[in-house]
């Protein structure tokens, strides 16, 4: 069977079916991203979100939130005001949770070499409960104070994109150089910035990596991006 022609096919399935997700297209700081993998034989992205900060009601089972059983009474990929979060709040009937969420982006690859380029992590994210059976438990003061952190949160993570587009857009060159000269070795000083073998930045949020590196994420929570390979029984 050729895999590279059955990939390319179930890419192209894919990519016809509608977009169903809320927004129902993809979010403008995260399109470059989006469009570069696409553009790639050996990638396509099957969902996708830059960062956002929504305010959920539903039931909570410790901290962790159910997107699934709750009511969205506010999502926005803007920076956010108290009184949008205040007036929102009106309407919870349960226990209302903010959250700031960074960017989420899941790839399919074609085989799993093709997947070991791939790699981000992100401790950055912010979820706080507000209310409990639709009575507000925090002050406006608090609110006012959350949507601060939310906010900076917000305008760091669109940095960190930034970074990760022109770290990936890198590591993507590299690998067709590395490719098209499977048996000669290429030195590029530029690539450095991307790859981290000794020193870590537990704050870094995008990492381009290679074999030699990727033992480094295993540990690392709350991944921004799942990757996945095509199926040997599709």
């Known amino acids: 069977m050729d895999r590279s022609a059955e990939f390319k096919r179930w890419k192209a399935q894919c990519q016809s079916k509608a977009d169903f997700s809320r927004k129902g297209s993809v979010d403008e700081d995260v399109v470059d991203i989006v469009q570069l993998l696409n553009g790639r034989e050996q990638y396509f992205t099957t969902s996708s979100c830059a960062g956002r900060i929504i305010l959920l009601d539903g039931n909570i089972n410790g901290f962790e939130v159910q997107k699934q ?34 960017l989420i982006l899941h790839v399919q690859c074609r085989q799993l070499q093709d997947a070991q380029i791939l790699a981000i992590r992100s401790t950055h994210g912010l979820e706080v409960p507000l209310s409990h059976k639709g009575k507000l438990m925090v002050t406006e003061e608090y609110i006012d104070f959350l949507l601060k952190i939310a906010n900076q949160k917000m305008e760091e993570n669109k940095k960190r994109i930034e970074r990760f587009y022109n770290c990936l857009q890198h590591a993507l060159e590299k690998e067709t150089i590395t490719n098209s000269h499977p048996k000669g070795k290429i030195k590029d000083k530029n690539y450095s910035s991307c ?11 995008g990492k381009c990596i290679t074999e030699e590196n990727d033992k480094e994420l295993e540990n690392d929570d709350d991944p921004g991006i799942s990757v996945s390979f095509f199926p040997e029984d599709y």
Not at 73 to 83: A, G, I, S
Not at 196 to 204: G, T
């Open 69 to 102: 059983n709750c009511c969205w009474l506010l999502v926005t990929h803007k920076p956010c005001v108290k009184d949008d979060v205040i007036v929102a709040l009106k309407k919870a009937n349960g226990d209302a949770v903010l959250k700031f969420e960074p």
């Open 195 to 205: 790859t981290h073998k000794k020193k870590r930045n537990p704050e870094a949020y």
